[in-house]
């Protein structure tokens, strides 16, 4: 795989992706954008050892791998309608997060909203996001660059994912919830012996 190459290099694991897609319950897009995700990681960081399956737990949590609500990946794996989460307005169960530029430019009171198929809070897409898709573009809505930016996330979070203790640091950087860590886990494990979820 030629992981320089321009344009949407992700669509190079089509044939990969396509042989496990209807198994797994996984669009193909998706699959190709966590497998490409995971062979950058490699090389870049070879010492943190993430799986294509990690990032197949985490949004199939998050948004079903980008058909949350009806939302489908396009070609170029944009996912549309745009998935975005509750505002995070600080009621029962709910972090309070307010978006100061928007509440600034509206005059009330405006809630962040996690953004895309990995669920991004924009301050952490800010910092962390980046183009996976090549075309010029870090957007949290194209799951390629999700997925990317996720796995580089974690990585910096958890260092060595092969650990136990690195895996589960990961996870809690990326959602401070036991709850929400076993799902994902059960979710991975599921994936890596070809069951769907």
Not at 14 to 38: F, H, K, N
Not at 51 to 65: N, R
Not at 176 to 194: I, T
């Amino acid at each position: 795989m030629d992981l320089d190459a321009p344009g949407r290099t992700a669509n190079q694991l089509q044939d990969w992706a396509q042989q496990r897609s209807g198994t797994l319950a996984i669009p193909v897009p998706a699959l190709e954008a966590y497998g490409y995700a995971a062979a950058v990681l490699a090389r870049s960081r070879p010492d943190c050892g993430i799986g294509w399956t990690t990032l197949a737990g985490i949004a199939s949590v998050e948004s079903k791998h980008g058909t949350h609500a009806g939302s489908r990946i396009g070609p170029e794996g944009t996912v549309a309608p745009p998935i975005r989460g509750i505002p995070l307005d600080g009621s029962p169960g709910v972090q309070r997060i307010v978006d100061t530029e928007a509440t600034a430019k509206s005059g009330t009171t405006v809630y962040v909203r996690a953004m895309g198929p990995f669920q991004f809070l924009p301050e952490t897409w800010k910092r962390w996001g980046v183009d996976a898709n090549g075309d010029g573009v870090a957007d949290p809505d194209n799951i390629d660059d999700a997925a990317l930016t996720a796995a580089r996330y974690l990585c910096a979070s958890g260092g060595d994912l092969t650990t136990p203790a690195g895996w589960q640091r990961a996870l809690n950087t990326y959602n401070e919830s036991n709850e929400y860590m076993m799902e994902v886990r059960n979710r991975a494990a599921a994936y890596s012996v070809g069951r769907r979820v």
